[in-house]
C-alpha cells in the first residue's frame, strides 16, 4: 500500500508526488495530506476513480491553501482533478490568445495617481502577465513583480515580455504569501483576492497590506455571493469591503457591476441565471504610518 512507501519529506524531495495507488479509506488522508504539506510538490498524481468524492474536496481545498498556491493534481491520464480554482490551464490559454488588452478599470484608475506613474509595482495573481506587459509599455522606469502561484501562466508571462525589458520585471512563481520582497507604491490584484478561503483570507489580506509603502496603492476587486458559494473562496459585500479597509486605507475609488448582468447566462427562455454575486471594484491608498 502507498502509505507504507511513504518517507520522509527529507529524503524524498521531488516536484512530482505519485500517489496513484492511492485509495480512500477512513483516516488515510490525513497521513497523505502530511506528506504533501511536506513535500510541497508541484505535481500530485492521483487516480480519481479510486477517490471518494468527500476526498477529492480535500485534495483541492489542500493545494488551494495558502501555502500550496501551485500544486497541480493530475489524473493518472494527465487530465487535472479539481476546479478553476485550483487549475487555471483553460484560462491561461484563453488570456494568451486575447493578446493584448488594455488593463482593467482599476489598474487604469490607480496609475493615474501618479504624477510620472508609479515606480515599485507588485502584481499579486499576475496571471499571463497582461497587465504586467501593459506596464512596462506604458512606463520605461517602472519595475514590477509579477506573482503567481501558476507555474504555466508564469510561463506564458515570462515569454511575452518585450526583449530588453526583462530587466523591468521580476517573476515570481509560487504562494503570494511565500513572497517576502521588498514593499510597492502599488500592488495591483485583478480579480484574484476573492480566490482565498475564509480561513487563508486574512493572513493573504495582512500579507498584500504589508507589502504596499505608506501613502501606495492597492487596486483590485471583491466579489459579491453567488448562487452557489465555494467554500475556497471569500466573498464580500459593500459593507465588509469598507470594514476591510477602514483602519489602513483610504477608498479612493468604489465601483459596483451587478455582476448578474455581466456573467449570467440567459437560458432558452432568455431568463439569466444567477451564477455570480456581485463584483466590486476597489481602489484604495494606504494610510501613513500603518
Ligand atoms: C482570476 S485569475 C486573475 C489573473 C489576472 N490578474 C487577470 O486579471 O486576468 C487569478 C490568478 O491568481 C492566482 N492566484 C490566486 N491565489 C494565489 C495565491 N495565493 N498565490 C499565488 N497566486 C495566486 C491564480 O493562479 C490565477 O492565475
Redesign the pocket.
Known amino acids: 500500500m502507498i502509505l507504507s512507501t511513504l518517507i520522509s519529506c527529507v529524503l524524498l524531495s521531488s516536484s512530482t508526488l505519485d500517489l496513484r495507488e492511492y485509495s480512500s479509506t477512513p483516516n488515510s488522508f490525513k497521513k497523505v495530506e502530511k506528506h504533501i504539506l511536506c513535500q510541497k510538490p508541484k505535481v500530485v498524481i492521483l487516480t480519481k476513480a479510486k477517490l471518494s468524492e468527500e476526498d477529492i474536496a480535500r485534495f483541492e481545498a489542500l493545494v488551494n491553501r ?1 501555502d500550496m ?2 500544486t497541480k493534481l493530475v489524473d493518472t491520464d494527465g487530465e487535472q482533478i479539481g476546479s478553476l480554482i485550483t487549475d ?1 490551464h483553460t ?1 491561461n490559454l484563453k ?1 494568451e490568445a486575447a493578446g493584448d488588452i488594455p488593463p ?1 478599470k482599476t489598474t487604469a484608475f490607480a496609475i493615474a495617481q501618479f504624477e510620472k506613474g508609479p515606480r515599485e509595482v507588485i502584481d499579486f ?3 499571463t502577465g ?2 504586467v506587459i501593459q506596464l512596462i509599455k506604458m512606463f520605461p522606469d517602472i519595475h514590477v513583480v509579477a ?4 507555474e504555466e ?1 508564469t510561463t506564458i508571462l515570462k515569454k511575452r515580455i518585450p526583449p530588453g525589458k526583462e530587466h523591468q520585471v521580476t517573476v515570481y512563481t509560487g ?3 511565500q513572497y517576502k520582497g521588498n514593499q510597492a507604491d502599488l500592488l495591483i490584484a ?3 483576492f476573492p ?2 478561503s475564509k480561513e487563508d483570507f486574512p493572513t ?1 489580506w495582512n500579507h498584500a497590506v504589508s507589502l504596499i509603502k505608506d501613502g501606495g496603492i492597492v487596486a483590485g476587486q471583491f466579489f459579491g455571493e453567488p448562487a452557489n458559494p465555494k467554500k475556497a473562496m471569500t466573498y464580500h459585500d459593500e459593507q465588509s469591503i469598507k470594514a476591510l479597509l477602514k483602519d489602513d486605507f483610504e477608498i479612493l475609488f468604489f465601483q459596483e457591476d451587478h455582476a448578474i448582468k455581466v456573467y449570467g447566462t440567459p437560458d432558452e427562455e432568455g431568463k439569466v441565471t444567477p451564477m455570480w454575486g456581485e463584483l466590486y471594484h476597489v481602489v484604495a491608498r494606504k494610510k501613513r504610518g500603518k
Open positions: 495558502n498556491k501551485g487555471w484560462y488570456k482593467v495573481g499576475a496571471s497582461n497587465e506573482i503567481d502561484g501558476d501562466a504562494p503570494f504569501i485583478s480579480f484574484v480566490y482565498r493573504m
